[in-house]
């Protein structure tokens, strides 16, 4: 079973860099497309950033494109997201997720991430 957790999030100034990590502590890790969401507070969670299970792919919101790069680490069942360039929009709360089935069905806690002017 997959279980995320991330972490890296705080708060940081516009123009600054966060870089924020989902480690899995299920088996099939490297089976699994994994992806960045957040949501913003009054809004819908949005998707900004996916990675297929080998990591040779990578997809990115408008949004974040440029700015934002994910990777991962199979062999440690870790994956990142290098945040550049934040600015106030991209504040919000960051989730990791594990893809079965073609659907986001794990998910993270989440972490808080704050870009203040």
């Known amino acids: 079973q997959v279980q995320l957790v991330e972490s890296g999030g705080g708060s940081v100034q516009a123009g600054g860099s966060l870089r924020l990590s989902c480690a899995d502590s299920g088996r099939t890790f490297s089976s699994n497309r994994m992806g960045w969401f957040r949501q913003a507070p009054g809004k819908e969670r949005e998707f900004i950033a996916g990675i297929s299970a080998s990591g040779r792919i990578t997809n990115y919101a408008d949004s974040v494109k440029g700015r934002f790069t994910c990777s991962r680490d199979n062999a440690k069942g870790t994956m990142a997201l290098q945040m550049s360039s934040l600015k106030p929009e991209d504040t919000a709360i960051y989730y990791c997720?594990?893809?079965?089935?073609?659907?986001?069905?794990?998910w993270g806690q989440g972490t808080q991430v704050t870009v203040f002017s």
């Open positions: 997720a594990a893809s079965t089935m073609g659907q986001y069905a794990y």
